[in-house]
T-cell receptor, first 112, second 117 residues
Framework: AQRVTQPEKLLSVFKGAPVELKCNYS??????LFWYVQYSRQRLQLLLRHISRESIKGFTADLNKGETSFHLKKPFAQEEDSAMYYC??????????????FGQGTTLQVKP | GAGVSQSPRYKVAKRGQDVALRCDPISGHVSLFWYQQALGQGPEFLTYFQNEAQLDKSGLPSDRFFAERPEGSVSTLKIQRTQQEDSAVYLC???????????????FGPGTRLTVL
């Protein structure tokens, strides 16, 4: 079965503390993994994707195929990072439509 | 430039009514997706269009749900005989890529919040 699991509904940290948002997936094949973010009163937007291997707003995520995980990390949280974060996957191949399978989301709350 | 727009932003329907939700994708985007997001959940895929062709409707929960994109741009999601369990935010997303192409970023609209009483 294709599934994305985000075990934490809420993660609350103080400003300057490290952040790790967990994501595990189940997929038969080799998926593409993404993190999407939704700030308050804004629309859902792409934060980063694993094949880009880039850091966006100080966030990074490493795909661990052995553990089927794609955790999102940031060494020092900022108040403006407070948002809802969704982990998602998409299949690959000529028949793949690009549809996304999302996790349930984790609310990150960064306290001053 | 203009992003994906959706209308109406909010819709209240009585159980049994039909509703139509509109999506205006980014101009020139080939692919269009509809997702349903229930309260406290992540978005769930409903259906996919490549231009005017509906290539995947595997996520539509029942035959009360119908989507179209007749000219390959604007899309409408129609729900017939609405039920309380249809209450959700309906998201539309568009992307420039074709099916099978290297993943193209999906650009989401603000969503339509449907409440069925």
């Amino acid at each position: 079965a294709q599934r994305v699991t985000q075990p934490e509904k809420l993660l609350s940290v103080f400003k300057g503390a490290p952040v790790e948002l967990k994501c595990n997936y189940s997929y038969s094949g080799s998926p593409e993994l993404f993190w999407y973010v939704q700030y308050s009163r804004q629309r859902l937007q792409l934060l980063l994707r694993h094949i880009s291997r880039e850091s966006i707003k100080g966030f990074t995520a490493d795909l661990n195929k052995g553990e089927t995980s794609f955790h999102l990390k940031k060494p020092f949280a900022q108040e403006e990072d407070s948002a809802m974060y969704y982990c998602a996957l998409s299949g690959r191949g000529s028949s793949n439509t690009g549809k996304l399978i999302f996790g349930q989301g984790t609310t990150l709350q960064v306290k001053p | 430039g203009a992003g994906v727009s959706q209308s109406p932003r909010y819709k209240v329907a009585k159980r049994g009514q039909d509703v139509a939700l509109r999506c205006d994708p980014i101009s020139g985007h080939v692919s269009l997706f509809w997702y349903q997001q229930a309260l406290g959940q992540g978005p769930e895929f409903l259906t996919y269009f490549q231009n005017e062709a509906q290539l995947d409707k595997s996520g539509l929960p029942s035959d009360r749900f119908f989507a179209e994109r007749p000219e390959g741009s604007v899309s409408t999601l129609k729900i017939q005989r609405t039920q309380q369990e249809d209450s959700a935010v309906y998201l539309c997303a568009s992307s420039p890529g074709f099916r099978g192409s290297t993943y193209n970023e999906q650009f989401f609209g603000p969503g339509t919040r449907l409440t069925v009483l």
